[in-house]
């Protein structure tokens, strides 16, 4: 007997159960003793991988020794009960459960794993167990579409009662029933209650119109309850719990996924603290949840709020791996944005972090002496993207800013981007230690960067010397490697220092790399190495300090090499100030007793400066000290490459001097315009070997050419 449109608190009249056995002197079948409130949403499928409300699942959900099992439940055309879950119109394998008979719809299609959809008695059949705690809890579903239709709704929870008293499961079945409609809920809780099967409400409603109803357990989503419980709304437990109602939540997850579930590591923590509130805690995650719950460690599948950010920073003073954020290979995905104001955020860290190509956006101002994502990273970071806008004041003696690390110590970075826009004023010293790069700010060790990109800009000025590169300042172990391989700058350079005691260095790369130690003759142990790289910012000089830039590097103090990289950007110093601007394309300045190649590089930028300093301006290389022997092989410059001054020292659209004998320039072919102390001079087939090399000091006749050319592509 159906009981339909029932009035306002009337409630339905009682259904004639008289088909079924007596069984208030029969001993019915009891799950084994639980020692968890764990319930496993749709049988824990996310979890284990296997279909929704399926058998394999379901299985899955009882090796766990869960308190219980969630699955969804609706009535077919022929009154049977079939668990699965309907689409957004109510359908199940594309048909109206109540309008499709259930051999109908299994014929329609099969479960991924092959199983047909299963119904309520079969899965009673499986979860009475005597050695088993697990419970079946069986949501009656809602019919929304195209209209709510309680009719259904109330049949079906007849039914699942009619079932599990057929089956004697009362102590293994507990059944929900939605909460859209009022009488819906006082139908499913008349058949229920007058049959002595346990059901929670899935409603929100006020605990005093709960209790006027006579109902005593809701089961709530924890997306609703508020506070520390870390749901969006306001409902508060403790308000049900004071009117002497039950309570239930689903779902508490270990990350995002589940639109009614929290999974905030402040929200986890709560439940923890407040588990024996409860009677059973639903999770797409129960295992995982029950380990939690019993005062296992709990761990985090990434990063995926802010909240878990600020967790894992903490979590690097006890353990630099980050292992508790780590997923089964040991790296620490973000799932999310970020944004943080502090100077710097993440201390050190010598795991794998992916950032999963999403964003870490910085906004800082202030005058702490470190700045950067991470403090010191010994491990990797790929995939990821900083952004933001960091302004300092250095009012330390050492300051160093990173746009992701603050100090690369035996690190690699892969597919990284810095966009942030750094700006920093400095007049403490001279000579204080003053590094900033887009990336990295100082390497104590080798260090790689592959595929990574800089298009933020860094802007300076102050009294202070600085070193800057757009991804790292300067390496300062004096073993120390640093690669470069297919990375690309665009970051913009304004340099406005005003030093000129002792020497300020910029790159668009690297500023200065300082490792001492030398390659072997042969060339192949390389200390500073770009491979496949390029330059297309622009880079001012508007400060009176003096300075070795380059759009690459501003300076080599051991072995090098540069492999097909470009530089299409410009350089330019704006200030008239006497004092001295070594600058090139590829590199700026080159130390004694160096060892470098330069191979298929190509400049088609320019490389300029106003009157007034002492201008020593190259295409590709701009100054070098005693001894250094360099090879420049096969390199490019095009029409479009401009060098030189209207006031110059030294100048060559290859190089500006090259001081000592043992330097090498072959196979390269020239192009481009040279401006010498004012004369403008278009490069020609005729006259480029007296612009290859064309300043004062170079022990010209010691420089070995061979095979050179004119660019006319």
């Avoid at 009117?243 to 689903?250: C, E, L």
């Avoid at 797409?284 to 894992?312: C, H, R």
């Avoid at 029409?639 to 390269?668: D, E, F, Q, Y």
């Avoid at 064309?694 to 095979?707: M, P, Q, R």
Wanted: charged share 20%; proline share 3%.
């Amino acid at each position: 007997m159906l009981i339909l449109g029932c009035q306002k608190d009337k409630w339905p009249a009682q259904p004639d159960w008289s088909q079924f056995p007596n069984q208030e002197n029969q001993e019915l079948m009891k799950p084994a003793e639980c020692d968890n409130r764990i319930v496993a949403h749709r049988f824990g499928a996310t979890e284990c991988g296997l279909p929704e409300n399926s058998v394999a699942a379901l299985k899955y959900a009882m090796s766990q020794k869960l308190y219980g099992a969630e699955c969804d439940a609706y009535v077919t055309k022929d009154n049977e009960v079939i668990i699965a879950h309907a689409n957004g119109i109510c359908e199940i394998n594309g048909n109206v459960p109540y309008k499709t008979s259930l051999d109908a719809i299994r014929a329609a299609g099969k479960l991924s794993n092959g199983e047909q959809i299963p119904t309520l008695e079969e899965l009673i059949d499986i979860v009475m167990k005597e050695d088993s705690p697990t419970r079946l809890v069986v949501d009656i579903k809602r019919i929304s579409y195209p209209t709510n239709n309680p009719e259904p709704v109330i049949a079906c929870a007849k039914r699942a009662c009619e079932i599990v008293k057929e089956k004697k499961a009362d102590n293994f079945v507990i059944l929900l029933c939605t909460g859209f409609d009022v009488n819906v809920m006082k139908s499913a809780w008349a058949y229920a209650s007058q049959t002595g099967i346990t059901m929670a409400m899935n409603s929100g409603k006020d605990p005093a119109e709960i209790n006027q109803l006579g109902f005593n357990w809701v089961n709530l989503a924890a997306k609703d309850i508020g506070g520390d419980a870390g749901g969006s709304g306001n409902l508060s437990v403790s308000s049900y719990l004071n009117a002497g109602i039950n309570v239930s939540v689903y779902n508490v997850d270990k990350q995002a996924g589940d639109g009614n579930a929290v999974y905030s590591s402040k929200a986890v923590k709560w439940y923890q603290d407040n588990y024996m509130m409860f009677k059973y805690i639903c999770s797409n995650y129960p295992a995982w949840l029950k380990d939690v719950m019993e005062g296992g460690t709990l761990t985090y599948d990434g990063i995926s709020s802010q909240e878990e950010f600020d967790l894992f920073a903490q979590s690097l003073a006890a353990d630099p791996t980050g292992a508790l954020f780590a997923d089964a290979d040991g790296i620490v995905n973000l799932k999310t944005d970020i944004t943080v104001t502090s100077a710097c955020p993440l201390k050190d860290f010598n795991g794998t972090f992916d950032g999963k190509s999403h964003t870490v956006t910085i906004n800082y101002e202030g005058d702490e002496p470190a700045i950067g994502l991470f403090g010191t990273l010994s491990g990797t970071v790929r995939n990821l993207n900083v952004a933001g806008t960091v302004t300092s004041s250095c009012k330390s003696e050492s300051f160093t800013f990173g746009g992701i690390a603050v100090n690369a110590d035996a690190a690699s970075f892969e597919s990284c981007t810095s966009s942030i826009k750094f700006s920093a004023k400095s007049d403490i010293a001279a000579t204080p230690s003053v590094c900033i790069g887009g990336i990295a700010g100082i390497s104590s060790g080798n260090v790689s960067f592959t595929s990574c990109r800089s298009t933020g800009s860094i802007s300076y000025e102050g009294s202070s010397a600085v070193i800057a590169g757009g991804i790292l300042s300067s390496n300062q172990a004096d073993d120390g490697k640093v690669r470069f391989s297919g990375c690309e700058v665009s970051c913009g350079i304004d340099f406005g220092g005003s030093c000129t005691s002792a020497w300020n260095y910029a790159g668009g790369f690297i500023g200065k790399p300082v490792s001492s130690a030398l390659t072997s003759s042969e060339g192949t142990d390389y200390r500073l190495e770009f491979s496949g790289c390029s330059y297309t910012g622009d880079f001012k000089v508007s400060g009176a300090g003096k300075i070795r830039a380059g759009m690459l590097a501003g300076f080599a103090n051991a072995s090098f090499l540069f492999q097909d990289c470009s530089a299409s950007g410009s350089l330019v110093n704006e200030n008239t100030s006497k004092r001295d601007f070594v600058a090139a394309a590829m590199i700026g300045f080159i130390e004694k007793n160096v060892e470098g190649r330069l191979n298929g590089c190509t400049f088609s930028g320019k490389v300029e400066s106003c009157t007034g300093s002492n201008n020593y301006i190259g295409g590709i290389i701009g100054n070098t000290a005693d001894n250094s022997t360099v090879v420049c092989d096969n390199c490019r410059t095009t029409a479009s490459a401009s060098v030189g001054s209207g006031a110059i020292k030294s100048v060559g659209m290859i190089a500006a001097r090259l001081k000592t004998a043992g330097c090498t320039i072959r196979n390269c072919r020239i192009a481009g315009k040279i401006n010498k102390a004012g004369t403008v001079t278009t490069i020609s087939d005729e006259n480029l070997e007296d612009w290859m090399i064309a300043g004062s000091g170079t022990a010209i006749a010691n420089v070995i050419l061979s095979g050179n050319g004119f660019n006319n592509e």
